[in-house]
């Protein structure tokens, strides 16, 4: 990863856009609809330090290069990351392709080196990502303390809230029926069964790309991750950053996580699994094998 993503909250904040002509009108589309207020900037202006004072991020358009390297070493010294339109190298930060679901955002980010490849992957990811997902994002964030309260085992929570993320109230939020979807949501928060525990093979010998959807997403939603020895570096990526991960494993060990209903990725590079399978399946664990693509 050579560049960390982040996202600024933008509630109560102001970004600084400086310069003029469409690349800084361009900046300040980006705001539209948010809660942010622009700041514009005249070229005179953009020079003043003082000028940025309270602002989270400055963004500095213009064809002049000494103008604009002189804009941004003002915005620098007020401490604001500022971005400067075609110009790298005077970057605190680059400017992603976004894809604007309201609480739900997604950015692609090439560090600078190719818009138009980040602008072709946003209209491909765009197209796989409904409008009202923002909305489920949004019931969620106001369910979010009744639901920690309810469910305050952390992998209890995230076994519930995997599931509601396509149950009867994700559906009534992706709608617009907010009240309804919050109806439902707590519904099944006091109404709702122990779900059971499962162990899933994933053949982790690589590269990724040979995983089917399926294993690539179960692979992202696991609790605990037991691998054997040679798991492929681009398989484990796809993992969640704060899944257990055990290196070695027993089948009474896999069977306590399973009964603990945690969803476990068996990540596999031999033919052993099978037989360790077979005792799992007699001990009335729940497996699954996802193969990889054909």
Known sequence: MDAFPAFFPLAGRSVAVAGEGEAAEAKARLFDGSPATVVRLSPAEALDPRAYAGMTLAFVAGEDDQWARQAAEAARAANVPVNVVDRPALCDFTTPAVIDRGEVVAAIGTGGASPMLATMLRHDIEARVPEGTGRIAALFRTMQDEVRGALPDAHARRRFLRAALTGPAAEAAMAGDMEGAKERL??????????????????????????????????????????????????????RRDAERLPSRTEARLVELAAEGLTVARLITGSAWRTEQAELDQAGVITEVLPIAS
């Open 186 to 239: 707590r519904a099944a928060l006091f109404d709702s069964p122990t779900l059971a525990g499962r162990v899933q093979y994933i053949d982790a010998r690589g590269p990724a790309d040979l995983l089917t959807l399926r294993a690539a997403r179960a692979l992202a939603a696991a609790d605990v991750l037991v691998c054997d020895e040679g798991a492929h570096e681009d398989v484990l990526a796809l993992a």
